[in-house]
């Protein structure tokens, strides 16, 4: 037969003896006693009303609200500044056509004269255009007997030229306007085959 456990009566409590005060920091009981009684004062202080949370957050969300107020104006300024900035930009252009044009109808007003004399306002008209673009930043590109380049020329024709080299641009079929990656549109060019 197994036996019980001999059980131990519990401590009586007068034999118990108070734990020892932590004083890990080695200062004395009253020095102690301050700097607890300082601390409690500082949570104490720390210790914000419902009030003043409510109070906080209202001044934060106004403070939202006027930021998206100006965020909201500055993105209306701008779409206003960029519109008139185009339509500044239209109308310097469209001036710049004009003296084009005027000169186009007086040529058509002179065409029962002299043709030569036709054909010269004509050529004025032409390279007054040709200098408008080149003005507004699209000079026009003609050049033959360069290098063929993908980003400025557009082959329209191969030819076997024997006196070029292969990829060589032969002839200008029709001009291009703007360099540098601004281009109107490339120049139409006819190009040396490779020979094999």
């Known amino acids: 037969m197994a036996t019980e456990p001999e059980r131990i009566p519990p401590p009586d409590e007068t034999d118990a003896v108070p734990p020892p005060e932590d004083r890990t920091d080695g200062r004395p009981d009253d020095v102690q006693d301050d700097t607890q009684r300082g601390a409690q004062h500082d949570v104490q202080r720390d210790v914000r ?23 909201d104006n500055l993105r209306k300024r701008h779409a206003r500044e960029l519109e008139e900035a185009r339509e500044t930009e239209r109308a310097r252009t469209a001036a710049a056509w004009l003296p084009v044009l005027d000169h186009l109808e007086l040529a058509l007003a002179h065409a029962h004269a002299d043709p030569s004399s036709v054909l010269k306002g004509v050529e004025a008209v032409r ?43 032969v002839e200008v079929l029709r001009p291009g306007y703007g360099r540098d990656g601004r281009q109107l549109r490339p120049m139409a060019v006819a190009v040396s085959q490779r020979r094999e």
């Open 127 to 169: 390279d007054q255009a040709v200098d408008v673009l080149a003005r507004l930043g699209y000079p026009r590109e003609e050049e033959s007997g360069v290098p063929f380049d993908p980003g400025r020329h557009e082959v329209v024709r191969v030819v076997d030229d024997p006196d070029t080299e292969p990829g060589t641009v």
């Open 49 to 71: 009303t419902d009030g003043d949370v409510r109070e906080d957050l209202a001044e934060a969300q106004d403070a939202w609200r006027r930021a998206l107020a100006d965020l």
